[in-house]
Every structure is written in structure tokens, then in C-alpha cells.
């Protein structure tokens, strides 16, 4: 076949074949043997009508000088694209993240580039859509857009889910099913099926026998999401619950934290946990002398930043005074 067909005619005609041989015969009087590239990208968000004429263009392009350029996220769970990625003219060529050398690069060549390149490949993880997102909305925000996604995604949780999400994002490391059933008051099958919808929608990932978020900024986005007094409320109760796990009968010393700390130097203190001060599992209140109230809690000093008790001194990771 030496270049599209008459594309059929009459009611029961594919509307994806009499589209596609449509574009090839648009191409051909366009570039003629010259040949063409038609370029797609974010094809994760493409219609059903546009994956069906994509898959009809791979099996008919071979007939002419025309290359389908197509680019979707593998992070998304769309079963059109693995579809068409499963087609036998289809060639995948999965792309590596950027390096540190390349994100610098990358970041170089805006008028001012962050001071802080660790943190801009941290946040991105890696991806140059989230390199240049976070470079607009600048140092230790969440970009709109991706605030926008996960606030989709968080919405299409079904009922008591997303208070089981937002512990999760609140408390520190991966998501602990029987943390969070302690801390959220929903039974641990409530937990699991929250989890797995989480899972579903795009939040959560489960890899290397573990559950964890799907990005690192999905995190972020979430704890944004919350406002002051719920993430003060979440942080308490998993404060409360990590302090019950340490049980007398394990022989563990408890230590005990004022519940009213002292106001220190004019600064009131607040609450973090020590890893390196305690044993797994046990929560250690050591007051930090910064700008935030009294009986707030940060996550572990492993996790910052972003995610201490939500001060301008927590966030910046400032040592204690």
C-alpha cells in the first residue's frame, strides 16, 4: 500500500478509520513525500475517540513517510495508553529522570536560580515538568498545578478516606496502616480499603514491598491542602498514638514531655520528635525554641523540610537555640 485509502463511506464506518485516513491524506498533501512528524504529549489525558485513532495511525503509518511522536507519564494508570503502548508498531523508549548536573542546568537558565539545588531535585524527584513548576512558584511552595491534580485526586476519594490521607500526610514516613487507624478513629479495615482507594487514585504507590506516597510532592500538596488548626488537631492524636506504642511491658523508658511547655527567651517552644534519642516506635518530646504555639508537633527531623509543625523556623530546619 502505497499511501492512504479511500476511507470508507456509509453508517456502520469506524469513525477512528474515516478520522485517521482523514489525517494521513491531510499529512500527504501537506509534505508530500517529504514525510512528517506529529507530535503528541501528555497523551495521560487523552479521550477515548483520540487513543482509538492513535492505535488505528500505528498499524497504517508505515505506508507513508509519516512518524507518530507520542509521550504520556508512566506514573499514570491508563489503560488506552498501555494499550497503545502494547501495539506492535509501537516502539517505547522509557526516559530517565534528570540527574543532579542536568536539573542545575535546567535551573541555570532562569534570571535568578535557586540557592538550593538539592532541595529543587528532591521536591522534583527528578522530573523536568516539576523542575520548571517549582522554579515559578518558588522556594518551599506547592505549584498551583500540582496543587490543582492532587485536589482532583483527593476529591474522588470516597467518603472518610481523606481524613485516613491526610494523617498519612501528616504523620511521619510511609504510611502506617495501624498508626492511622489509632490516630483517625476508623477501624483498620476502613484504614485499608482508604488506602487502597488512595492507591487507586494516584496518591499512594505501593513498591519494593512497601506502600508510599506516589510523589514526594503529593505530600506536600496534601499537608498545603490542610488548614492550621485540622493539621494541629491530626498531629495531636498521632502524637498521642505514637506515645502509646511505647509500652511499659517492652522496657522501654517512656520519657515524658511537659504538656504545657515554658515559654523560653521570649520564644515559645514547640514539639519534634528525636529518632536518634529514642528507641523505633517510642515518641520523644524535645521543646525547640521557635515561633510557633505551644503543643504544636513536627514530624521527625528525617522528614524536613517541608513537614515540621508548620513555623517559619521548623520549615527552615533551624537548629535549636
Not at 14 to 38: I, Q, R, Y
Not at 237 to 245: C, H, Q, S, W, Y
Amino acid at each position: 500500500m502505497d499511501g492512504p485509502v479511500d476511507p470508507p463511506a456509509g453508517p456502520g464506518a469506524d469513525p477512528a478509520v474515516v478520522l485517521g485516513e482523514g489525517v494521513l491524506a491531510l499529512l500527504t498533501e501537506l509534505h508530500g513525500d517529504g514525510g512528517a512528524v506529529l507530535v503528541l504529549d501528555d497523551l495521560h489525558w487523552a479521550d477515548a475517540d483520540t487513543l482509538d485513532l492513535l492505535h488505528y495511525l500505528a498499524g497504517t503509518v508505515d505506508a507513508g513517510p509519516v512518524l507518530l511522536a507520542l509521550a504520556a507519564r508512566d506514573d499514570e494508570d491508563h489503560h488506552g495508553v498501555a494499550a497503545l503502548a502494547a501495539h506492535p508498531d509501537v516502539t517505547v523508549v522509557a526516559l530517565d529522570r534528570l540527574g543532579a548536573e542536568a536539573v542545575a542546568a535546567l535551573a541555570g537558565t532562569r534570571a535568578s536560580p535557586p540557592r538550593d539545588l538539592g532541595d529543587l531535585l528532591a521536591r522534583s524527584e527528578g522530573l523536568p515538568f516539576l523542575v520548571e513548576e517549582l522554579l515559578d512558584a518558588g522556594p518551599g511552595a506547592v505549584p498551583p498545578s500540582w496543587a490543582g491534580l492532587v485536589a482532583r485526586r483527593l476529591g474522588a476519594l470516597p467518603d472518610g478516606a481523606r481524613a485516613v490521607v491526610d494523617a498519612a500526610a501528616v504523620a511521619p514516613g510511609d504510611p502506617d496502616h495501624r498508626l492511622l487507624a489509632a490516630a483517625t478513629g476508623v477501624d483498620e479495615a476502613g484504614v485499608l480499603a482508604a488506602l487502597r482507594a488512595a492507591v487507586a487514585a494516584g496518591l499512594l504507590a505501593a513498591a519494593d514491598g512497601r506502600l508510599a506516597w506516589r510523589h514526594a510532592l503529593t505530600r506536600d500538596a496534601v499537608l498545603a491542602a490542610l488548614l492550621p488548626p485540622d493539621r494541629a488537631a491530626v498531629a495531636g492524636r498521632l502524637a498521642a498514638a505514637l506515645e502509646a506504642r511505647a509500652s511499659p511491658a517492652t522496657g522501654r523508658r517512656r520519657p515524658r514531655a511537659s504538656p504545657r511547655p515554658a515559654t523560653t527567651g521570649g520564644r515559645r517552644p514547640c514539639w519534634s520528635t528525636s529518632r536518634a534519642a529514642t528507641p523505633p516506635g517510642a515518641p520523644w518530646a524535645t521543646p525547640r525554641n521557635c515561633s510557633c504555639g505551644p503543643g504544636s508537633w513536627a514530624r521527625s527531623p528525617v522528614a524536613w523540610p517541608p513537614s515540621g509543625c508548620g513555623c517559619s523556623d521548623c520549615a527552615a530546619g533551624r537548629p535549636r537555640r
